[in-house]
């Protein structure tokens, strides 16, 4: 079972696609750039304007970038129209609208812990095999960041960091003291540098493959990822008995829930059409609106996931997955499909069992709505309020792509609030043609920008040959030499 909440069943978006003002073929260029993209609360997104803001777009132009600035753009649009008109959205009945995927979530939460309290206990005389077992594994690091593009002072930074942590590695000092102290690393420091138990693979390459190589109470290092540099350690099971019983018992009852889910659908015989799949293929970009609200996506005895319904569930999702979906295969659409009906089914069994949202969780996850709301009004505000909708989220845009302030999506259950109060139009096909046009100027973009990199090769080469005296991306013990020239940690 998927431990993502989904957005129940509401009245449909009023949502109506924009009809090219030319009749048949694909719109040109210019006829795109000069066309309104999208439409939403009385703001448009002019063709050229969307251009511009692929050409300041760090990704590669696709068209599920294309999506998520479309979608973003539209969702900001809506919150700047609601100031406007006095919509008030932190009204408790919109916060409690808007969270109710959160309610939902916690009452799956509750049905997981219901499951797990039937299970037996996990002992500890388990934790010997679990320990030497390979499927997940607790890790100890001292890190400290580094740049890829690191100058020599910044190398230099980083040596004498390393060479001090080695010093007192070398004089016995426990590790965990070490990292507390040295370790940049802010949400492991405070626990000796601790890592929470990750299965193979979650890591960075170099880290994985060091981690997984150690013997117990092995240190190793330096190793260097795109977080920085690593000092890595494998804590002996004494020292993390608990961590690893709590990974243990959490891994046991993930499988075990998922079985369970497993087995409700097949009781329930689920199916996933094949038409359903593309119905919900059709949804992932806006506008979201489905050619029959009624058809179904997903079935079972007694029920089924309509197309309506799923694409209300679906804007729970933030607007890059939804543009990931969009081109995503026919296998995960599917799976997604499974995943919004399972969750209904355990939603029913949940009910069946008198389990509901506990209050205080509840009354938390709508505190961080509430604040993240707040930090969306905050980037409204960079756009003048009152006057040209269209000119204000220029501005905002604008700001947002300068680095002004951290680019981010509304939260996505104001993003459903909103589309139910607004109406929106997109134009699908003059998108598409802005989207070609933006991979024509990047790739155009990106080949000057390797013949300037070519021409600063000779320096380039010449850092990289500085990084291994202080960062050694193998899986070794650390062997880079101190100011004396002896091996660090020994």
Known sequence: MSPLPFRSAAPLLPIVALALAA????????????GIVAEAGGAKLAGKDLERDFS????QPTPALGDFLISTWV??????????DGFDVLAPENVSKATWTDSIALVLDAQRARNAAARPKLEERILDSVYKATDFRIGQHILFRIPPDAKKPQVDSVRAKLEEAA???REKEPFAKVATALSEDEESR???????ARARGSYPKPFDNALWDMPSG???GPIQTQAGVHIIRRPPLDEVRAPLLAAATLMRNLRADSTWADSLARAQGLKVPPEGIQRARDLASEPFTPADPAAPVATWTGGQLTAGEFRQWLGAFPGEFRGELRAGADARIERVLREVAINRLVLAEATRNRLAAAPEGLAARRKAYTDAVQASQELVALAPAGGDLSAGMRTLFDTLFAGGRPFRPVPSGLSLLLREKYPVTVAKELAGVIVEQAKVARAERDTEQRRKMASA???????????????DTGSRRMTGKDAAGGDLLK
């Open 167 to 169: 010093r007192r590695l």
């Open 23 to 34: 009749c048949g073929g694909k719109p040109g260029l210019e006829e795109a750039r000069a």
């Open 457 to 471: 090769a000779e320096d380039s080469i010449a850092r990289e040959r500085a990084l291994p005296a202080v960062v």
């Open 190 to 196: 405070g626990n000796g540098g601790i890592l929470l």
């Open 56 to 59: 300041k777009a760090v990704p």
């Open 218 to 220: 092995d240190i190793r």
């Open 75 to 84: 969702d900001y649009a809506l919150l700047a129209k609601a100031r406007q």
